[in-house]
């Protein structure tokens, strides 16, 4: 295998510690192997690339009560501090992930099949959001350094932290979406306990220091293990306060049921879609095309934002499919770090075979694969089919396939897609790809009521991450960016008094003490 010297795993990590109540905590029980699906051999086999702990109910909960400490029912020192201060621990926090970004890179590689160009911005990006969270969050800061005077009561309005926060990324984001719910989280004043998700583990190892070394203990806890093992039992003791999770909405369900206090918990979750695209007759194909091929095919289709059906207008579908499925079969396979590859090897050792269900399931029902490579196999891989004509009975259609396959559809009257995007459980996303505004316009009023970003002529995308992240039905709760995130991990809580001269005398010496870290008006310049 001809792999560049500095990709090349010439050690396992041993990963045997684990984040709680501020000690990196050594681990000595059961541990799991972490594999990657890429190979290092000539003759094919994984590389085995370190072993994590598995964890049981005991640690979880053990991270559970760190983090209830570190809130200490409100009286902690990280809820109860200064945001200047908070911000300052964050700085440190962000500077020191930095000077990891190679190792973090390379194993975002490894675990996850990601490639290069998209490893690198993965971690570019999760930097500049978490400074971008810091912006964001002094500005919020220095709005609420004030008081507001309303039917005679004083108010000093801020927003305050929710308490403890549990923290579930998912494997295809598992630093930019992982940390997109954690950094906000944590500098707004709760605690947390952050399990990183099925692949894309050991990437953090290189940042667990810092996480130690950033905040007061209890404030990040970092655990280990199966997600039924470790996250059931700490959502079932009923003291989180919010179910952060980025990923599938039968986890988020099933954690959710088991809390017992349900008005308590709170929910920011960013689950599955099925975006759609729709290409209108008058769309420029050229553009339609390349879109389509970065917005079905980009991380090998395994993105919330993926397109996941391609709705094509019948005046133009031979020509669509034609280039379509050359374009496809146009993309180079290769390892993540090759020049050049856009379809890499997918983590998930089954993934093949779903696709090929779904694949199988669809050609039975009438469909056919239209690309000459669609559907070819290696042993991590499988390339893109595009398969046409699809209908509404195939599982292609029913299921979020996050993974390589592209469903078409053709339509010739432009309620079907609308229907069926008003019928379907998901509501992120949609691209639609078209000219004359007589069209467009009222589509554009009909789609943003049935998701939350219509792409104008140009794929689905959650980025630039300023701009609201969230979904309708099954596909969100909550809304993330980097302004809402913070509200969403936050609540609006405030201090009021009424206007006369003994609550006033009070309220000018906590200003002028500075006593409380709350009642104040300093301006963060
Ligand atoms: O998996 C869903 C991600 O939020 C998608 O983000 O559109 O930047 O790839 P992206």
Redesign the pocket.
């Known amino acids: 295998m001809n792999i560049p010297e500095k990709y090349q795993i010439k050690e396992t990590i041993i990963q045997d510690t684990y984040l709680v109540n501020g000690e990196l905590k050594k681990w000595t029980g059961q541990t799991s192997e972490v594999y990657s699906t890429i190979s290092s051999t000539s003759t094919y086999q994984k590389t085995l690339l370190g072993t994590i702990p598995t964890l049981g109910e005991t640690e979880a909960l053990e991270a559970l009560n760190s983090a209830v400490a570190a809130y200490d029912k409100g009286q902690g020192l990280w809820p109860t501090m200064k945001v200047v201060d908070r911000i300052a621990c964050m700085e440190k926090f962000v500077e020191q992930m930095k000077t990891k970004r190679e190792e973090v890179v390379k194993l975002l590689m490894w675990e996850i099949g990601k490639n290069l160009a998209d490893s690198e911005k993965e971690f570019d990006r999760t930097v500049e959001y978490i400074y971008d969270t810091i912006e964001d969050y002094t500005q919020m800061d220095r709005d609420s350094a004030k008081f507001e005077k309303h039917d005679g009561v004083n108010a000093h309005i801020r927003r305050g932290p929710l308490g403890v926060v549990l923290c579930l990324g998912?494997y295809?984001?598992p630093l930019n979406?992982t940390f997109a719910l954690l950094i906000p989280a944590i500098i707004m004043g709760n605690t947390t306990i952050f399990k990183p998700a099925k692949f894309g583990v050991l990437l953090l190892s290189p940042l667990l220091e810092a996480f130690q070394n950033s905040f007061p203990k209890g404030v990040v806890n970092i655990i280990y293990g199966r997600g039924r093992t470790v996250a059931s039992p700490i959502m079932k003791d009923g003291r989180v306060d919010v179910l952060a999770l980025i990923g599938n909405s039968k986890s988020a369900n099933a954690l959710q049921s088991v809390h017992p206090k349900s008005n308590r918990l709170r929910m920011v979750l960013?689950l599955e879609a099925k975006n759609p695209a729709i290409v209108l007759k008058d769309a420029d194909l050229d553009l339609a095309i390349s879109e389509c091929i970065a917005g079905t095919t980009s991380f090998n289709g395994q993105?919330?934002?993926a397109l996941k059906v391609l709705y094509v207008h019948s005046a133009i579908i031979e020509e669509f499919n034609k280039r379509f499925s050359e374009k496809v079969d146009a993309l180079k396979f290769g390892n993540p770090w090759e020049e050049g590859a856009k379809l890499t090897p997918l983590p998930e050792p089954d993934k093949p075979a779903y696709i090929q269900e779904l694949i199988d399931d669809a050609l039975e029902k009438g469909a056919k694969i239209i690309n000459t490579k669609g559907g070819e196999t290696t042993e991590n891989y499988i390339f893109p089919a595009v398969l046409y004509p699809v209908s509404k009975d195939m599982r292609v259609y029913k299921e979020e396939q996050f993974g390589p396959v592209i469903p078409v559809i053709s339509f010739s009257d432009i309620e079907q897609p609308l229907d069926d995007m008003a019928e379907s459980n998901y509501g992120q996303q949609v691209s639609l790809f078209g000219k004359d505004i007589k069209t467009l316009a009222p589509l554009i009023d009909t789609l943003v009521n049935l998701v939350c970003r219509v792409n104008l002529n140009s794929s689905?995308?959650?980025?630039p991450d300023v701009y609201p992240?969230t979904g309708r039905k099954d596909s969100a709760v909550a809304t993330l960016s980097v302004h809402d995130a913070l509200r969403s991990f936050s609540i609006r809580t405030f201090v009021a008094s009424k206007d006369n001269e003994y609550n006033n005398a009070i309220l000018t010496e906590l200003l002028q003490s500075r006593a409380s870290n709350f009642v104040s008006t300093d301006y963060i310049l």
């Open positions: 998912p295809n984001y979406e960013g993105r919330c934002t689905c995308q959650r980025g992240f």
